[in-house]
């Protein structure tokens, strides 16, 4: 059985960082696409970053919005994804979910994402 488990969510004032952490069980992390998405009160869940690898590689990607400010990284031995966000800003603020996907391929859209974490709330004040 497939589990995601986020951590290392809070409040901070922007211009803040915090670090995400996806503990993975039942699941190669990085296999297959592994992302986070946030979702903010009355808004639609938003991919933010992607990761996964492909022999020596990996691969990256960012929603405009975070670029330069979040970055995506896994830690093959410990089977974990983060989620290194600096430079916080109130619009940040959302549930952040950790999800992987059960086959190949890449996509920003919720529904291509078999495997869902509980979610971690951050929460940015200005």
């Known amino acids: 059985q497939v589990r995601l488990v986020e951590s290392g969510g809070g409040s901070v004032q922007a211009g803040g960082s915090l670090r995400l952490s996806c503990a993975a069980s039942?699941?190669?992390?990085?296999?297959?696409?592994m992302a986070w998405f946030r979702q903010a009160p009355g808004k639609e869940r938003e991919g933010v970053a992607t990761?996964?690898?492909?022999?020596?590689?990996?691969?990256?990607y960012y929603t405009d919005s975070v670029k330069g400010r979040f970055t995506i990284s896994l830690d093959n031995a410990k089977n974990t994804v983060y989620l290194q966000m600096n430079s916080l800003k109130p619009e940040d603020t959302a549930m952040y979910y950790c999800?992987?996907?059960?086959?190949?391929?890449?996509?920003?859209?919720?529904?291509?994402?078999?495997?869902w974490g509980q979610g971690t709330q951050v929460t940015v004040s200005s």
């Open positions: 999800v992987a996907m059960d086959r190949a391929g890449w996509s920003l859209q919720p529904r291509d994402y078999k495997h």
């Open positions: 039942g699941y190669t992390a990085g296999r297959n696409v």
């Open positions: 990761i996964f690898t492909a022999g020596a590689n990996t691969y990256t």
